[in-house]
Structure formats: C-alpha cells, structure tokens
T-cell receptor, first 111, second 113 residues
Framework: GESVGLHLPTLSVQEGDNSIINCAYS??????FIWYKQESGKGPQFIID?????DKRQGQRVTVLLNKTVKHLSLQIAATQPGDSAVYFC??????????FGQGTELSVKP | ETGVTQTPRHLVMGMTNKKSLKCEQH?????MYWYKQSAKKPLELMFV???????ENNSVPSRFSPECPNSSHLFLHLHTLQPEDSALYLC????????????FGSGTRLTVV
C-alpha cells in the first residue's frame, strides 16, 4: 500500500552543524510534500513544502530537496540550534486530499 | 497558538466511561480532520469532514464517533474504549479537503485505564 517512511528514527547533531533528515515515499503519483516539526506537547507545525514540479525549495535555514527518480525527500537544517530539537515528519499528498505521514525522525541537538 | 484549539489537553478515562474531545478553529477553514498518533507509529487518519459532511472514515471502530455541527467545531465522542486506544488525538483543519497544508491543534493526550 501507500507509505511514507523515514530512514532513521533518531538523529543527534552538534549545535551549529547542519542536519539532514531523509524520507522515502512510495506513491509516484504524489504531487505535493510537506515537512512538519513536532515539539514535545505540541501538534505538528508546518515547516516547508514542495510541489512535484520542483527539485529544491529554500526557506529560512531550511531546504527541502525532492528526487522523484528515487522517490526521496530530504530536509536540510542549516546551523542547527537547540530549538530545532523535535520530531520531524514528512507527509505526501497523494492527490486525494489526504496527507500520508511518515514515522518521524527525532532530532536531538547537543550544545 | 496555531488557530486550532483542542480540549481537554489530557484525559484519563476508564473503559466503561463516555467522554468527548473537542476541536475548534476560527481560521475560516471548511475541512477538519481527526488523527491518532501512537508511539513509534505514523499519524493515522481517522475521519475527514468537508463542509460539515463526513467524507472519510478510515475503518475506525464504532467506539469512536465523530460529530461536526458546523465548520468551526469538531467532536470525537468516546465510549467503551480499550487500553490500546491510549494515544495523542490530533485535530487539523484546512481551507477545503484536498487543500495542501493542514493546521494542527496541540492534541488531547488520552489514557484509557
């Protein structure tokens, strides 16, 4: 069936380093992808999105890369800060109006 | 605050109890969603309402009963739950079903004892 999965359940980085969180998706018909950040005790918050007609999109300190050939999505966080510690989810919109979420990667930033 | 408010934040209930979760949004959105978030699992879509009409029931057991009286409010009525129903229940909204981004509430942490 359709699934979105993350390669690593946890990621630990040093403050100031760059972080890369990966995601694989299985539905080649998905045309829209979103990264969410979920801090402890809160619901998922939108970080950045990308449409399937793009390969890269940049935000403030974050970049999303989409490789449709291998159905891979990644989130890059520049100069990672303690406040970036959270669980990060990718989600795909499969044109049916439903978001399908991956398992999540827990990012831990060491001071 | 995201604009989507969920109450209560925490709920402990026995298996024979009846309780309700409430979600409220004043973003002018017309689609609302219930998701279940269990540990180590992806978010699971439970129900979708679009313009107050239920458009999706993702094979959810009947002990969960949603209600959407208007586009701003969404309820999840709970009765005779099981311990495995313990989870974080998240409400989300979007402009319409099929719209790209969802706005999530902070969730209700439910514990069934």
């Amino acid at each position: 069936g359709e699934s979105v999965g993350l390669h690593l359940p946890t990621l630990s980085v040093q403050e100031g380093d760059n972080s890369i969180i990966n995601c694989a998706y299985s539905n080649s018909a998905s045309d829209y992808f979103i990264w969410y950040k979920q801090e402890s005790g809160k619901g998922p918050q939108f970080i950045i999105d990308i449409r399937s007609n793009m390969d890269k999109r940049q935000g403030q300190r974050v970049t999303v890369l989409l490789n449709k050939t291998v159905k891979h999505l990644s989130l890059q966080i520049a100069a990672t800060q303690p406040g970036d510690s959270a669980v990060y989810f990718c989600a795909e919109n499969n044109q049916g109006g439903k978001l399908i979420f991956g398992q999540g990667t827990e990012l831990s930033v060491k001071p | 605050e995201t604009g989507v408010t969920q109450t209560p934040r925490h709920l402990v209930m026995g298996m024979t109890n009846k309780k309700s979760l409430k979600c409220e949004q004043h973003l002018g959105h017309n689609a609302m969603y219930w998701y279940k978030q269990s540990a180590k699992k992806p978010l699971e879509l439970m129900f979708v309402y679009n313009f107050k009409e239920q458009t999706e029931n993702n094979s959810v057991p009947s002990r969960f009963s949603p209600e959407c009286p208007n586009s701003s409010h969404l309820f999840l009525h709970l009765h005779t739950l099981q311990p495995e129903d313990s989870a974080l229940y998240l409400c989300a909204s979007s402009q319409e079903q099929g719209q790209r981004g969802y706005t999530f509430g902070s969730g209700t942490r439910l514990t069934v004892v």
